[in-house]
């Protein structure tokens, strides 16, 4: 598949040049360079369209997890009462694509490529979320995706920087890789709905398979309407 350049991915996302190289310089968007001009997966162009339709504020990563949280588990203390009762009372009457949206900052999201040993490494210091939990037959069950785990991806947390995790594990950065690592700050922030059904649907929302981003919608609008 052709790559797209920098022209090419304003056009698709609607916003300016400059601000295609914002993205790659604040870590949203990966790119490679080539004789200095930056090119881009059109998987990744698309799976940022995806998340930017809808103009509005988008949730801290704190406030994030305070939602997913109260999803889980109807309480949280993540954040003071107030905004605790705020929250409950917007999450009521939310549709998961809007969820989806607002919560896109709970994690920072990087794609690598990485063989069966690494990615058994991987899995061995991960927490798994999306893809990686459905690899469990009662999650797949619940989420209506019995058999369509595909053995080379993988998909998980790690609390800390991207630093921390290769020096720990070396690893190639590809924005068509398999392997998607979701970076968040802090342990505390996960801690609370890390591995519920809330936090997996919503990670299978940003999968590039439209079976599974369904599943994930089909099952976080659920637990919405029966919060």
Request: hydrophobic content about 40%; some cysteine; proline content about 4%.
């Amino acid at each position: 598949m052709d790559l797209y350049t920098t022209a090419m991915a304003s056009e698709v996302l609607g916003i300016t040049p400059a601000a295609v190289r914002r993205l790659v310089d604040n870590g949203r968007l990966q790119a490679t360079k080539m004789a200095g001009t930056l090119l881009f997966e059109p998987a990744s162009i698309h799976r940022l369209q995806r998340c930017s339709r809808a103009p509005g504020r988008i949730w801290s990563p704190r406030t994030a997890w305070a939602a997913l949280e109260i999803l889980h588990n109807h309480q949280t203390e993540l954040i003071d009462q107030p905004r605790r009762s705020r929250l409950t009372r917007q999450l009521r009457s939310m549709e998961a694509a809007e969820l989806h949206r607002l919560a896109r900052n709970h994690s920072h999201v990087r794609r690598f490529s990485a063989g069966p040993r690494i990615r058994s490494s991987l899995a061995d210091i991960l927490t798994p979320t999306g893809v990686s939990s459905i690899v469990q037959d009662t999650v797949a069950d619940r989420f209506g995706l019995a058999g369509v785990l595909e053995e080379d991806r993988l998909e998980g947390y790690w609390a800390g920087s991207l630093e921390s995790l290769l020096d720990r594990i070396p690893i190639a950065g590809d924005e068509a890789g398999g392997v998607l690592v979701r970076f968040v700050d802090s342990p505390d922030l996960i801690s609370g709905a890390v591995g519920s059904d809330a936090v997996i649907a919503l990670d299978l929302m940003d999968s590039d398979d439209i079976r599974e981003r369904w599943a994930g919608r089909d099952t976080l609008q659920k637990i919405i309407d029966n919060d």
